[in-house]
């Protein structure tokens, strides 16, 4: 089984389906072998996109995937990382300041052990920063080929349309592709950044698409989560959880065993259904799940189906019972 590719926003550069991340797991939670061992699953498996950033495990996923990636030709996958977030305790060890995102590339490329990324992300916007010296800071990375194209993650449809002016005006480096959380349950890209993802040519690597583990079918009740669970880890996460949500993952588990799929292959196609996205950014604790979530690559979900889906989003979980 291999994965399909898509463009990356209105670029050249292809890349898989299903990529893989490395958010809370590798150097985290997820001992180092699982970590390696579901890197060189998806490398075989066609997957050619790994996705880092310098605050994951303060520095540590960034040399666990450089240290794994190592084996293969570099030419052969796709590797991209991030700055913004703070990684030191002086006042430039954050932001987007030419400082800081100069230092933190070359901090990055060693740690990676390379000589360029492929994409370079803003992490976040830095409102304390004026967007043109970012964005001359990117596009000097790019001109000194350390990086080969730039994103963004989590900027609001203003702040990617004033970059783009400031781009044009200044013939800066372009963005070519934004990373924000899109599932089932967080759909708020679809009413202005996909359209202007669209418009402008850049495209989705979308984050969280299995809503951290939630539209993977693993969680049945709102308490008793299991042990290695991101749920029994993370308080924050455990919030998310609802009555409501996991009656319509019942309601779509049911659907997708009648597709004779699994609901994260369910959940990965139905974000794939967007031309848009480029890429579903997947985590993975062991290599079965990367083999799981690969096979929703060419999955082609009918109107039928798309429709029963929106059907299931809208229902209201039934009240429970009350008891005299």
């Known amino acids: 089984m291999t994965v399909s590719y898509r463009n990356l926003g209105a670029s050249g550069l292809k890349v898989s389906e299903i990529s893989l991340g490395s958010w809370l797991t590798y150097g985290g939670y997820v001992e180092r072998e699982n970590a390696v061992n579901s890197i060189r699953k998806a490398y075989d498996l066609g997957i050619n996109f790994f996705d880092t950033a310098n605050v994951y495990a303060k520095g540590e996923a960034e040399v666990v995937v450089g240290e794994t990636l190592r084996d293969y030709p570099r030419e052969s996958f796709v590797l991209a990382t991030k700055v913004f977030g703070k990684i030191g305790d002086g006042p430039?060890?954050?932001?987007?300041?030419?400082?800081?995102?100069?230092?933190?590339?070359n901090a990055s490329l060693k740690r990676l052990g390379t000589d360029y990324v492929d994409i370079y992300y803003s992490h976040r916007f830095d409102p304390e920063t004026p967007l043109e010296e970012t964005l001359r800071a990117f596009d000097?990375?790019?001109?000194?080929?350390?990086?080969?194209?730039?994103?963004?993650?989590?900027?609001?449809?203003?702040?990617?349309?004033?970059?783009?002016?400031?781009?044009?005006?200044?013939?800066?480096?372009?963005?070519?592709?934004?990373?924000?959380?899109?599932?089932?349950?967080?759909?708020?890209i679809e009413k202005e950044i996909i359209p202007l993802g669209t418009r402008k040519g850049f495209g989705q690597v979308v984050f969280s698409p299995l809503a951290q583990g939630l539209l993977t079918g693993k969680y049945t009740s709102v308490e008793g989560f299991p042990e290695d669970s991101r749920a029994a880890k993370h308080e924050?996460?455990?919030?998310?959880?609802?009555?409501?949500?996991?009656?319509?993952?019942?309601?779509?588990?049911?659907?997708?065993?009648?597709?004779?799929?699994?609901?994260?292959?369910?959940?990965?196609?139905?974000?794939?259904?967007?031309?848009?996205?480029?890429?579903?950014?997947?985590?993975?604790?062991?290599?079965?799940?990367?083999?799981?979530?690969?096979?929703?690559?060419?999955?082609?979900l009918s109107g039928e189906t798309l429709e029963r889906i929106e059907a299931i989003l809208a229902e209201e979980a039934p009240s429970p019972a009350v008891t005299a």
């Open 92 to 105: 430039n060890d954050r932001g987007l300041s030419r400082k800081h995102v100069t230092e933190a590339a």
């Open 140 to 188: 000097d990375l790019v001109r000194s080929g350390k990086v080969l194209y730039v994103g963004v993650s989590e900027w609001t449809a203003s702040q990617i349309t004033e970059a783009f002016s400031i781009a044009d005006k200044y013939l800066l480096d372009r963005i070519v592709v934004n990373q924000p959380v899109y599932n089932l349950f967080d759909r708020y």
């Open 236 to 300: 924050n996460f455990r919030k998310r959880i609802t009555e409501d949500k996991l009656h319509k993952v019942s309601k779509l588990t049911e659907l997708a065993r009648e597709l004779d799929i699994t609901l994260s292959q369910l959940s990965l196609a139905w974000i794939l259904r967007q031309p848009n996205v480029s890429s579903a950014l997947i985590g993975a604790s062991r290599p079965e799940q990367v083999v799981e979530n690969a096979a929703a690559s060419g999955i082609k």
